[in-house]
């Protein structure tokens, strides 16, 4: 896997990103899956280590979360999308990790 582009991300994001959408209102979890999805990799905390504190944050910003897009002011916090490296498939293929579910069988 490589960083594909490192995102600034508001408290929403940290916490479905860290926990799931369990504690968040429906169109806060629709917002920031649309934005997963317009991102076309995985989505990890983390990144932009030299301009985040220990915990990851960023400060307060105005700008807009670069994931759900909220317009609302607030903390910001690190974020990267990963994507696939090119022979990374082929490696999981031929080391049998999981694979659609199952162990990958060379067939």
Not at 8 to 18: E, I, N, T
Not at 85 to 95: A, G, I, K, T, V
């Amino acid at each position: 896997m490589r960083i594909e582009s490192e995102l600034r991300v508001c408290g929403d994001c940290l916490q479905y990103l860290a926990n799931g959408p369990a504690e968040l209102e429906a169109e806060a979890v629709a917002r920031i899956e649309a934005g997963t999805a317009k991102q076309g990799g995985d989505i990890v905390l983390g990144g932009l280590e030299s301009e985040a504190d220990a915990d990851g944050g960023l400060g307060f910003s105005w700008h807009a979360c670069e994931l759900c897009e909220s317009q609302l002011g607030g903390d910001r916090y690190a974020a990267a999308v990963l994507v696939p490296e090119s022979d990374d498939s082929d490696l999981c293929q031929r080391s049998g990790e999981l694979e659609g579910g199952r162990a990958y069988s060379g067939e």
